[in-house]
Structure formats: C-alpha cells, structure tokens
Nanobody, 127 residues
C-alpha cells in the first residue's frame, strides 16, 4: 500500500492545517489508519487513530496532547483520511506520517502495529 500524505506547511501558533492521506488504487475504508509525528530529536509519537469503516464502538482515538485540538476523519468517496489540526502550537512542529494498521494489530498507539507508511509531510508552527 503506497500512502501519500500532504497538506503540511508553515502556520502561526493558533492556526489550523488539514493533512490528507491518500492511497491511489487502494480502498482505505477497509483499513484502520493512524497518524504519527516525529519532531526533531524525538521519537515518533502517536497522534490519532481511526477505525476501519463499519467498526462498532469508538472510532477515533487521540494522543493525550491532541485531544480537543485534532480531529481524524475519513472520506470514503475520496478514499482519503484527514487530520484536522486546530489551535496549533510550536510544539506541534514535526513531520507527520500516516500509516495503515495491521489487520491483527493490537495497541493503536504503537508504531510497530502499523505496516505501511507514507513519506510524511512537514508541519511547522511559528510562535
């Protein structure tokens, strides 16, 4: 699965960005998906997870520092997963990656539970 993340850029603190993750030729609705980020000098960090379409139960899950500011969603007609980021802070500066969750994956916060990754898109938040 080849994933294409886009939508990053430079934004001032308090601003918003919407990231997109597409997979040409694949049906993303059948995958649970995640967003991670890696800030300079830090390990990759879990951002958000969305269950595959048809899941019964809680569909969206977030890292602690993203709750209330970030929203993960999917548009099956566009075969795209989005990450809406509001109230951005300088500490949100990172490369953001989307990934597909393993079919038999366990803990959604762990990057090892994801098998296919996009190349990432840079988000820079200025103070």
């Amino acid at each position: 699965v080849q994933l294409q993340a886009s939508g990053g850029g430079l934004v001032q603190a308090g601003g918003s960005l919407r990231l997109s993750c597409a997979a040409p030729g694949r049906t993303l609705s059948t995958y649970s998906m995640g967003w991670f980020r890696r800030a300079p000098g830090k390990e990759r960090e879990f951002v958000a997870h969305i269950r595959r379409s048809g899941w019964i139960g809680v569909n969206e899950l977030y890292g602690a520092s993203m709750k209330g500011r970030f929203t993960i969603s999917r548009d099956n007609a566009k075969n795209t997963v989005f990450l809406q980021m509001n109230s951005l802070k300088p500490e949100d500066t990172a490369v953001y990656y989307c990934a597909t969750f393993r079919a038999n994956g366990g803990y959604y916060e762990l990057e090892g539970e994801y098998d296919y990754w996009g190349h990432g898109t840079q988000v820079t938040v200025s103070s």
